[in-house]
């Protein structure tokens, strides 16, 4: 079992930056992919982006150029560097990780964007 605990979420003016954080414990699995994903209300729950173990990166067309996913596999930490924050950012934040069939999520960090 992995166990995710997001972390970095809070109130943030638009045009500002947020660093959220994610640490991962128990099993360690060399090939994962870790990612971020958010849920506005009401809404679905979409991906952000996503990085490989060897840090490939994907992002949502939404965030490119904004956002900027990092890992650390040593300490089993993903990072969402998030700058020029909207109002449309806002979400509930969810650490997530993957590797082959297992899908592990964490409970989530709320990002609120003010205008």
């Known amino acids: 079992q992995v166990q995710l605990v997001e972390s970095g979420g809070g109130l943030v003016q638009a045009g500002g930056s947020l660093r959220l954080s994610c640490a991962a414990s128990?099993?360690?699995?060399?090939?994962?992919?870790k990612g971020w994903y958010r849920q506005a209300p009401g809404k679905e729950r979409e991906l952000v982006a996503t990085?490989?173990?060897?840090?490939?990166?994907n992002y949502a067309d939404s965030v490119k150029d904004r956002f900027t996913i990092s890992r650390d596999n040593a300490m089993n930490m993903v990072y969402l560097q998030m700058n020029s924050l909207k109002p449309e950012d806002t979400a509930v934040y969810y650490c997530?990780?993957?590797?082959?069939?297992?899908?592990?999520w964490g409970k989530g960090t709320l990002v609120t964007v003010s205008s």
């Open positions: 990085i490989t173990y060897g840090g490939y990166t």
């Open positions: 997530n990780e993957v590797w082959n069939s297992d899908n592990y």
């Open positions: 128990g099993r360690r699995f060399t090939g994962n992919t």
